[in-house]
């Protein structure tokens, strides 16, 4: 006999999904977020299909998001030559650079130019971004404003996050702020989903809520899928395993067992989804309105806790992170 999917509870007795956008005033969190291999076989079994469509991963995501690609072996030249030939990926580049928030008084023409000009965290983030766009969201025709959203979003939380684990003393930002860019890439395939997302999917009001959104409408979430696909890709540890557990800090207290540099990239990553996400909607955003909606109370424990509060904080009032994130959302 197929196993039935499980039903998801945010409270006792109410089916997602929901329009509250308030469903932790009551204290009650029944929310379960199952890893991959928790899931039923036969909700595996679909997903794995549409797994499949987007593997293997295109060489330069690979490159652009492996272990070699570090800040401090970030070189402008030779990421010129690796990208040069693609004139999509050049004039989204150029354009970004040559953007109002730049203040440039000569056009930038260099591609190289325009690398060093952008940096190393934003350049990865429009990369990557691009390569959502048309390899793997023209490939499988999926819907633009689903794509768009996906890119702006994981763009801007790699941005917070990479300031942060920074600001944090992490030893290395650019693992948090890639696991961050790469913790959502799974929901790309709910495009490809019976029941495609629409423009509301990108407007929900927290990540409580759109966590619960998917386990109702998909019996799965987006870090199983973004996991699995990051293993399928054969993506280093533990950028699957942080994937798979970003949700977390937003639902849970974090295990007091936890290894603290973990607890803390979780939380790093989680506030990092959830700010780009509100940011994409009101630029005026900050990390106190934010941390104090119901729906983000645990995640504000667990930033206290792990002592991460502080460091996002100064992440967010850093004009850097303010002019990368505002390039995300225009590139």
Known sequence: ???????????????????????????????????????????????????????????????MTGPGFTLDKFDP????????????????LLAVANSAMFGQSKQVT????????????????????????????????????????????????????HQTAANAGLADPA??????????????????????????YGKMGSEWERLAYEMATWQVSAPALSAELLNEWVLPDPLPDLAQYSWLPVVRPLPATMEKERALTLSIIAAGLA????????????????????????LAANLQATGALAALNTAWQ????????LGIAAS
Request: with cysteine; hydrophobic share 45%; net charge negative.
């Open 1 to 63: 006999m197929a196993e039935t999917p499980p039903v998801f509870i945010a409270r006792p007795g109410i089916q997602l999904p929901l329009g509250d956008n308030n469903c932790m005033d009551d204290g009650i969190n029944d929310l379960t977020i199952p890893s991959w291999y928790e899931l039923p076989s036969n909700v595996r079994g679909a997903w794995e299909n549409r797994i499949e469509l987007l593997v293997p991963a295109p060489p330069l995501l690979t490159e």
């Open 77 to 92: 030249k030779t990421l010129a030559q690796t990208v040069g030939h693609d004139a999509l990926l050049v004039g989204r």
């Open 110 to 161: 260099s591609v190289e130019r325009a690398i060093v000009l952008l940096g190393f965290n934003m350049v990865k983030a429009i990369i990557v971004g691009f390569l959502m766009d048309y390899e793997l969201g023209e490939e499988l025709k999926l819907p633009d404003e689903h794509v768009e959203f996906v890119r702006h979003w994981t763009g801007g939380a790699a941005v917070v996050a």
């Open 175 to 200: 693992l948090v702020a890639t696991a961050a860019l790469l913790s959502r890439i799974g929901a790309l395939l709910f495009g490809v989903a019976g029941l495609p997302p629409d423009n509301a």
């Open 275 to 298: 700010l780009a996400d509100r940011y994409l909607h009101d630029n005026e955003t900050t990390p106190a309105a934010l941390l104090a909606e119901p729906d983000y109370r645990q």
């Open 318 to 325: 850093s004009a850097r992170v303010k002019r990368e994130l």
